[in-house]
């Protein structure tokens, strides 16, 4: 028997790095979001015993460093089954594009061994092991809006956002999130000024980036996840309180607000990684800036990069936006936020 699944995608609503610790993972603050790209996972089993990887995409590991081999033969012991598993990944997602893809195959080859052996792990168990493999594996386990604490592994469901349009672009170069990291830990420990070398390569924003004069300290660090941490908290008191809906022809409101993501938005919410990732690839900073011009409600990098995303009111209005963005040359994509419900209903292909 085989299964195939869809493995989608995820972006960054905001993400605050923190300080590094002893274990050598950083503190991080952020809203992960479920969206509609995804590569697809096919995984099927033979006789024998060992873990067999199949993908077209030379820079995927065919080896035990692949996260589907490393989840799946975990959820082998754990099952207590000894059978030779074979997975195909077929790669629709950018590979180091910020989007969680190889995190997001590994999950899903855990959902398909579950399916194909008619055997689950609990709830508990499987985030434990998607933790264990990697920081982003278990808002997978969730899906739809998530926030993401700790190194990102802990994850609370939040009530979801109304689906939005959602155009991913994806300039050609690839990021490296460790080397980002190491990036932030050299900014932090020489004092740079990373928000002014920022504003350097985002002249939209120029002004108000030099106007923050404090450099990136460890201790400015913690300051800003506190922060983020007393937005978010402003955010869902405001935004998921309960207050009724109401419609209008062209909007969505939640009282005065137009979308609780505009809210969120207001409280001024970045992504660290574009401090040390801009710089280096300016290339991205256009895209952002490509992005908000063709009429982005809010755009972003995701997680380190380097696909950056721009949510829009609606579909429609996603859909002329990659036609203008193609036209200067981006290669961009259209999609829709997956809601938890959205997400589940998806996932078997």
């Not at 479920?34 to 033979?46: A, F, P, V």
């Not at 802990?154 to 994806?170: K, S």
């Not at 002329?320 to 959205?342: P, S």
Request: charged share 25%.
């Amino acid at each position: 028997m085989s299964v195939t699944v869809r493995s989608f995608a995820k972006i960054n609503l905001g993400l605050r790095i923190g300080t590094r610790r002893l274990d050598g993972f950083h503190d991080l603050l952020t809203v992960y979001q479920t969206i509609g790209l995804h590569d697809l996972i096919r995984l099927r089993l033979e006789r024998g015993s060992g873990i067999e990887i199949h993908c077209t995409d030379a820079r995927v590991p065919r080896d035990e460093s692949n996260t589907c081999y490393r989840i799946v033969e975990k959820a082998l012991s754990a099952l207590g089954v000894s059978s030779r598993v074979v997975i195909e990944i077929e790669k629709r997602l950018p590979v180091q594009g910020g989007l969680g893809a190889a995190s997001s195959n590994a999950v899903t080859a855990l959902l398909a061994l579950e399916r194909v052996l008619k055997k689950n792990l609990s709830a508990a168990e499987q985030l434990r092991i998607a933790a264990e493999v990697g920081s982003d594996l278990p808002l997978f386990l969730v899906g739809g809006t998530v926030l993401g604490v700790g190194r990102g592994e802990q994850v609370y469901p939040l009530h979801d956002l109304p689906e939005m349009g959602c155009v991913v672009v994806t300039p050609e170069v690839g990021v490296s999130t460790p080397k980002a990291f190491v990036e932030w830990d050299r900014r932090c420990v020489a004092g740079i000024p990373a928000r002014e070398e920022a504003a350097v390569s985002s002249p939209g924003s120029s002004a108000r980036l030099r106007s923050e004069s404090a450099k990136l300290t460890v201790s400015d660090a913690s300051d800003r996840m506190n922060q983020l941490g007393r937005e978010l908290s402003a955010w869902l008191s405001e935004s998921f309180s309960g207050a009724p809906l109401s419609y209008s022809s062209r909007r969505f409101r939640r009282g005065r607000a137009e979308n609780p993501l505009l809210a969120l938005v207001r409280t001024g919410i970045q992504n660290d990684f574009e401090q040390v990732v801009f710089p280096d690839y300016p290339e991205l900073s256009e895209a952002k800036r490509a992005l908000e011009h063709v009429g982005a409600k809010y755009a972003s990098l995701s997680g380190s990069g380097s696909a950056l995303y721009g949510l829009f009111a609606t579909r429609a209005q996603a859909r002329r936006a990659v036609k203008k963005l193609r036209d200067q040359g981006w290669a961009a994509q259209e999609t829709v936020t997956l809601t938890r419900r959205e997400y589940w209903k998806r996932i078997i292909a």
